[in-house]
């Protein structure tokens, strides 16, 4: 028997990751593990009802990264929320425009998000899932910050920097792609403040990788609320939302290069685990996941992170700390181990696959799932900009 098999036995193993990064205001991170997640969350949360907000882009099926580093921290956190919390999760078509999309496949890459979200727990009844695109208060309150937000920042955005730096790594004026520096790309984190704010979102479950998208937030709504303050017992229009990210364990590095993160965009397919790869797939990309000519197993991110990531991805998957994964497989071959950790990613993904493909076909229900949630969203951010405007002097 594997050793996955006799750690897992017995013992009641949730679908999802329960471990959590909370970010405070002041940015400082602590590590709340299972045990301490109960205590944390009463600890932690507000006397008022949380609102939660995250969003995902429609751009091909959704990877491990994707997977442990979001969606399966969104079904938690709607499975731990106080009936009272609000859940809202979008997919953001019109961030998907920034970069070029054929529309037949973005139309598909729409629905089938939508799918997967439902797939791997997301209860419509519960949480409010829609399109981005069908609630146009978005695309208003984003006009309204860009008004507000400095170039200066933007130029600092990462994502904006390591397009600027592509093109101009390029050879010749020829081959810069002037498509990929278009201004939808450099406003792009206004959007996604937008995207936050319309809701007065409080909390913002995202991968580490969004971390300076959520911190230009914070600074435009309090930009917003200093330079609109309205009369003397006017409250603040917008809270300041929370970075709640998983812990290191769950940010997803490529399977090919350990040095960067498990992405949709890289041109190498056996790079990343999608939600669609069968066992087989999965588990051939996992045994030729570069990892180093050192015996047994060990975690140390900067010696070894190619194992380190498959430490993180087995940790993830079982909701134990990669400590301890590590030392109960210090003695055990790579290739042993590599064997585990694919069973365990195939463990995790099979169930919400298997929803997949059921939901995908069943276009009517995903299409009233995703009306409804338009029409509650809509409800919601309706209020906001209705302050938004008398703020702003637009009445
Ligand atoms: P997107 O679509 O790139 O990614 C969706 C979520 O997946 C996380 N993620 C990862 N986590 C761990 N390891 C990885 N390798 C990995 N790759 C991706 C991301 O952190 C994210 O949580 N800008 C956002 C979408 C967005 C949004 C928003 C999010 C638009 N508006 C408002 C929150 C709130 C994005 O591009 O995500």
């Not at 609000?86 to 920034?98: E, Q």
């Not at 695109?133 to 008004?147: F, G, S, V, Y």
């Not at 099979?350 to 076909?361: D, H, N, Q, T």
Request: with cysteine.
């Amino acid at each position: 028997m594997s050793l996955l098999r006799q750690h897992v036995r017995g013992a009641a193993r949730s679908l999802f990751p329960s471990c959590l990064l909370s970010h405070s205001p002041s940015h400082v991170r602590r590590t709340v593990h299972t045990k301490d997640v109960a205590q944390n969350a009463s600890q932690t949360r507000p006397t008022h009802p949380r609102v939660v907000f995250s969003g995902i882009q429609p751009t091909g099926m959704p990877h491990l990264g994707n997977m442990l580093g979001a969606l399966m921290n969104w079904v938690k956190l709607q499975r731990e929320a106080a009936p009272e919390d609000k859940l809202i999760f979008s997919i953001v078509g019109w961030h998907a425009l920034t970069l070029p999309q054929d529309p037949k496949e973005l139309s598909a890459a729409r629905r089938e998000i939508l799918a997967v979200l439902l797939a791997c727990g997301i209860d419509p009844k519960r949480s409010i899932v829609f399109h981005q695109d069908e609630n146009r208060h978005h695309a208003e309150l984003a006009w309204i910050l860009n008004c507000i937000t400095p170039m200066g920042k933007l130029h600092r955005m990462t994502t904006w920097k390591s397009r600027l730096a592509a093109s101009r790594n390029a050879r010749d004026d020829s081959e810069v792609d002037e498509s990929l520096l278009n201004v939808g790309l450099f406003t792009y984190p206004v959007l996604q403040a937008a995207d936050i704010l319309a809701y007065k979102t409080t909390h913002v479950p995202v991968g580490e990788d969004q971390q300076q998208h959520i911190e230009l937030c914070r600074d435009l709504a309090v930009t917003f609320n200093k330079t609109f303050k309205g009369g003397k017992d006017d409250p603040p229009v917008f809270p300041l939302p929370r970075h709640v990210i998983p812990s290191t364990s769950c940010r997803v590095l490529s399977l090919k290069d350990p040095s960067s993160k498990m992405s949709k965009s890289s041109p190498d397919v056996n790079s990343r685990i999608l939600l669609t790869d069968s066992a087989e797939q999965i588990n051939k990309k996992i045994r030729r996941a570069v990892t180093d000519s050192i015996t047994g197993i060990s975690y140390d991110s900067d010696t070894r992170p190619g194992i380190a990531n498959l430490v993180d991805i087995l940790a993830a998957c079982e909701d134990a700390k990669p400590q301890d994964v590590a030392v109960r497989y210090a003695n055990r071959s790579h290739a042993e181990f590599k064997m585990d950790v694919a069973e365990a990613v195939e463990g995790l993904m099979s169930g919400p696959r298997r929803e997949f493909e059921r939901l995908r076909r069943d276009i009517a229900y995903l299409d009233s799932v995703s009306k409804s949630g338009a029409a509650r969203a809509m409800e919601i951010t309706e209020k906001t900009i209705d302050e938004v405007r008398k703020r702003t002097g637009l009445y």
